[in-house]
């Protein structure tokens, strides 16, 4: 009787402890209302750190949902006019010192963006995480003086660019700190780690973040985003191929 008595003691302790820990996916849904907007436009810097030098590029963006977006480099004068068109499937650059317009695709599109951290596919993802991944919750720490969660994403879909994410989201934010990307055999790929964060309104959204490809050298890429406004209006004509050349 006393065996039987303590099992279901610990039955109820092992409970209680998982009942501590809050549905994943459910999690998911609060960081995707959080950082994703109908519209957007913004204003970033990338500084990418290789081994032997620094380079630093500005940009103005657009998007609408994970669908359509468009950037436009203005600096430096090297880059200038550089522009990059993203359309449900499909990925243009346009090149103004050849004055071509190549279509992104296949293996290109893991190919760095103007030499960073970051890939053609990485600007391919889509921006709903809970529409691509399933979550688990596997434990709470303090990460940099703020409360976490640490998840654990599952792909949805075999064609996902990463299979398994390991994320420590902030409790009262949700906002995504650090991030683990992984391949389908387990092979960490890159990783993310949020530097600084702003708020718009009722939205915190990552101001200065660190991309790390894990299978190259250097310091990685530092993403700034210097300004960004949320669902705004944007005219049709933005995410069309023939604002490539104007």
Do not use: C
């Amino acid at each position: 009787m006393r065996k039987i008595y303590l099992t279901i003691i610990g039955v109820i302790i092992l409970t209680a402890l998982f009942a501590e820990y809050p549905d994943g996916n459910v999690i998911l849904g609060r960081i995707d209302a959080n950082m994703n907007a109908r519209t957007t436009k913004s204003t970033t810097t990338m500084i990418v750190q290789t081994r032997r030098a620094t380079r630093t590029m500005e940009s103005i963006n657009w998007s609408q949902g994970s669908e359509k977006s468009f950037s436009e480099y203005t600096a430096p004068a090297r880059e200038r006019g550089t522009k990059m068109l993203k359309d449900g499937d499909n990925l243009w650059i346009f090149d103004p010192s050849t004055d071509r317009t190549i279509q992104i695709s296949g293996n290109m599109l893991k190919q760095s963006v103007m030499g960073s951290d970051l890939s053609y596919e990485d600007f391919m993802e889509e921006t709903s995480l809970r529409d691509n991944y399933s979550a688990v919750v596997k434990g709470e720490l303090v990460h940099e003086g703020r409360d976490t969660w640490i998840m654990e994403l599952t792909a949805k879909k075999s064609t996902t660019s990463y299979q398994k994410i390991v994320l420590y989201v902030d409790k009262e934010r949700y906002v995504p700190l650090y991030e683990e990307r992984y391949a389908k055999g387990g092979k960490l790929l890159k990783t993310t780690r949020v530097q600084e964060v702003m708020q718009s309104g009722n939205r915190w959204y990552p101001q200065k973040i660190l991309y790390k490809d894990e299978l190259k050298d250097g310091k990685g890429t530092l993403f700034i985003i210097n300004k960004i406004e949320f669902d705004v209006k944007i005219p049709a004509h933005i995410f069309s191929k023939a604002s490539l050349k104007k």
